[in-house]
């Protein structure tokens, strides 16, 4: 008789610890920055729930504009081509997850840039390979320099990078910029 009244009381304390810790983890979760959810997101060491809990947070955080949604692309395209390795799949459905929600490919984010230009500055050839057969206009043009006249597209954003932060060849990047993608 003492054993059948344990069960619901062990039973709702099991129940209790793991809601706790849910809890716990939606509240990390939505105290954190675009990097931390993009980085739970794309973990293969978290459970398919965890991982669903930073994918909503990260979405509802981006629509209600508490993220700079251009960034949040960049910064997740840096992590799905990180260098020399691998593409990271799980980010690479995650950027197109996004895309086709929340996150517009041609938005200019608080800095004035586009995840496009973004991924001028950081030379990175396969987020800007990614971001132009997605879509990206490279006709977009963003303001440079303090007159609001000065602008740029993304071909001569990449003269303008080069010649403010030498040392960098983007040959490559320039190059699928000119061509049709």
């Keep these: ?19 706790g810790y849910f809890g716990w983890v939606y509240t990390k979760m939505r105290t954190a920055d675009h990097l931390v959810l993009i ?9 398919s729930v965890e991982r669903y809990l930073a994918k909503i947070e990260l979405k509802r955080k981006i629509e209600n504009g508490d993220f700079d949604s251009a960034l949040v692309l960049h910064d997740l395209l840096a992590v799905s081509f990180p260098e020399e ?16 929600g929340p996150i517009d490919i041609n938005s200019c984010g608080r ?5 496009l230009h973004m991924s001028i500055v950081a030379n990175d050839v396969s987020a800007v390979k990614f971001l132009l057969t ?12 303090e ?24 040959t490559d990047i320039a190059d699928l910029l000119r061509n049709d993608t």
């Design 1 to 19: 008789m003492t054993g059948s009244k344990r069960t619901p009381i062990a039973l709702s304390v099991f129940l209790l610890i793991v809601l």
């Design 39 to 47: 980085v739970l997101e794309v973990s293969d060491r978290l459970n």
């Design 85 to 100: 390795s691998d593409p990271n799949p799980s980010a690479l459905e995650l950027a197109d997850e996004l895309l086709a």
């Design 111 to 115: 800095m004035g840039l586009t995840a």
């Design 134 to 145: 997605r879509g990206a206009d490279k006709s977009v043009t963003i303001q440079v320099g």
């Design 147 to 170: 007159d609001p006249a000065e602008k740029l597209d993304a071909l001569g954003y990449v003269r303008y990078v080069d010649q403010h932060l030498p040392g960098k060849d983007r």
